[in-house]
């Protein structure tokens, strides 16, 4: 139960993460969290929604594996799509900011410590 609710909290804070990149961009919400100009941020607005795109893909995942029937099944992907989150956050982190680690990697990888303390 505890996975479940950590992967659960991964999958919604990468949602949020998909309408943050994808509709909030180039708003003042946006130009705020994410610290654009609005030039740059109408500049770079199809590379952000394809990323938002991304961080859809890993909720729906992490979503599917908590939602699947089969517990073996369900475990494998939960260890799977929060792989991809933490290589995700970690080359974020490298790349562009560590705060990414924190916001992205960090979450990902305690749900992963707990998944694998509770496995089936």
């Known amino acids: 139960m505890l996975s479940n609710i950590l992967v659960g909290v991964v999958a919604l804070l990468h949602f949020n993460f998909l309408y943050m990149e994808m509709f909030l961009w180039t708003k003042p919400a946006g130009l705020k969290i994410f610290k654009?100009?609005?030039?740059?941020?109408?500049?770079?607005k199809i590379l952000a929604?394809?990323?938002?795109l991304y961080n859809g893909f890993?909720?729906?995942?992490?979503?599917w594996s908590i939602l699947h029937p089969d517990v073996l099944i369900g475990f494998q992907l939960k260890i799977f799509f929060l792989i991809c989150v933490i290589v995700a956050g970690a080359y974020g982190a490298?790349?562009?900011?560590?705060?990414i680690f924190y916001v992205q990697a960090?979450?990902?990888?305690?749900?992963?410590?707990?998944t694998f303390l509770t496995r089936p």
């Open 36 to 44: 654009n100009s609005p030039q740059r941020a109408q500049d770079s």
């Open 49 to 52: 929604a394809n990323q938002g």
């Open 58 to 63: 890993l909720a729906a995942g992490l979503l």
């Open 94 to 99: 490298m790349t562009f900011s560590k705060r």
């Open 106 to 114: 960090a979450p990902a990888l305690i749900a992963l410590a707990i």
